[in-house]
Every structure is written in C-alpha cells, then in structure tokens.
C-alpha cells in the first residue's frame, strides 16, 4: 500500500513569514496526527483528527499554528507567523482508527526559520 | 501522566555483538509500549509493540523487546547487530489524548551507532 505523503520535503522561510505542509495519508485510514520534531528531541504531538474532526489539540501552539482536515483525508498544517524556535521537522502520521495503537508515519517537512 | 525516559543518548557496539537499547516508562494503568526507527531524512518506521501477553516480543528486523513490569522497563535487544541498523531509536507509550483519543509519548531518542 502506498505510505503517508507530506509536502514539501524542506522549506527555509524568514520569521514572520507563513508556511503550510501538506499530508495525504493512507487510503482508509481514519486518524491523522501531526508531531513536531525538534532537533535531538522525540517527536511531539500537535493535532489529533478522527475524520475531520479534531480530538486532541492541546499541545497545538492556537496563536500560531492551525491545522485542518476538511474532507476527512488531506491535511495542511499553517505556520503564521513562524518564529525561529519553529525549526523542526513536521511529521504527518495515520492509522485505521483512534483505537489503533500505533501510526504509520511520512517522511516529515523538515522546516528551517531563518 | 505517562512518560517514557530514554537514559542513553548513544550506545556504540560492534558488528555482530547483541546490542540493547533501554528504555523505561511510567504509565497509570497498562502500558501498551512501542519501538520506532528513524534512519536519516526518514519518517519514524514502526518496529515492534508490547500490549498483553508474553514479555519477549518479536519485531521487525531481527529486533526484540522484553516487557518488564517490575522495573518499568521495555529494553530493545538483537541478538547479533548489523552496521545497517546504525539509526535512532524511539521508545513509546500510548497516553489517552484529549477526548478520549490515544496519543503516543517519544522518548528523545537515542542513536545507535554499529562499528564494522
């Protein structure tokens, strides 16, 4: 089966500028997460969705970061405006269901604010 | 709340030694613990999980982890390593999220390197 696709692979953007990644999960699969990984620190999770509808955010950072999931399969990520300690990699994972144990993850947007 | 702590930064073992990577967890009720890897420019690959049953569980690539409740631990062993699985590893817990849902605690990792 084709894996989690996330786009674009890298972005460099100045502070206070914007950016948005994008995710297309697994065919089928009814939950997506987004972590954000800093450098030499595990991956740490923003945004919980079953469908399109958000189940955990708390760990969302809601004056900057918004995530959204409109038909229940893509996912984008905004960034606005991005500040230098938002340097990490964004990883998009899915799974069948929220009772699933475990995600099957992309190869992340590795993103660098300058 | 649940916690996962991964005591090494880097363990560095030769080629064809047993390797072992420790990790050990906190959790309220029954953990369910979870290994990944990450090779460089990759997304985390999942490698093995304990939920219920025996304590030695069997994973992707020749790799193990034994279950210990006593000492809250979920090590990750192979019997002979291999310098392909020089990588980081994550160890993990499931945590309930916010409305119920389920989210995974990483620990920070720890990068193991394999001498030829």
């Known amino acids: 089966e084709a894996g989690v696709a996330q786009s674009p692979r890298y972005k460099i953007i100045e502070k206070r500028q914007s950016v948005a990644f994008w995710c297309n999960p697994i065919?089928?699969?009814?939950?997506l997460y987004w972590y954000q990984q800093i450098l030499g620190q595990g991956p740490k999770l923003l945004i919980q969705?079953?469908?399109?509808?958000?189940?955990?955010d708390s760990q969302l950072p809601k004056d900057r970061f918004s995530a959204e999931r409109l038909k229940g399969v893509d996912s984008t990520l905004k960034i606005q405006p991005a500040k230098l300690e938002d340097s990490a990699v964004y990883l998009c994972?899915?799974?069948?269901?929220?009772?699933?144990?475990?995600?099957?993850f992309g190869s992340g947007t590795r993103l660098t604010v300058v | 709340a649940q916690s996962v702590a991964q005591p090494e930064d880097q363990v560095n073992v030769a080629e064809g030694n047993p390797l072992t990577v420790k990790c050990t967890y906190s959790?309220?009720?029954?953990?369910?613990l979870f290994w990944y890897v990450q090779y460089p420019n990759r997304g985390l690959q999942f490698l093995l999980k304990?939920?219920?049953?025996?304590?030695l569980v069997k994973g992707s690539y020749g790799f193990e982890a034994e279950f210990n409740k006593s000492q809250t631990s979920f090590h990750l062993k192979k019997p002979s390593a291999l310098v392909s699985d020089s990588a980081l590893y994550f160890c993990?817990?499931?945590?309930?999220?916010?409305?119920?849902?389920?989210?995974?605690?990483f620990g920070a990792g720890t990068r193991l390197f394999v001498k030829a």
């Open positions: 994972a899915s799974s069948l269901d929220r009772e699933a144990h475990w995600g099957t």
């Open positions: 065919s089928g699969h009814a939950t």
């Open positions: 969705f079953q469908n399109n509808g958000v189940v955990d």
């Open positions: 959790v309220s009720g029954n953990p369910y």
């Open positions: 304990y939920i219920t049953g025996d304590n």
């Open positions: 993990a817990v499931r945590d309930m999220g916010g409305t119920g849902g389920f989210k995974t605690i």
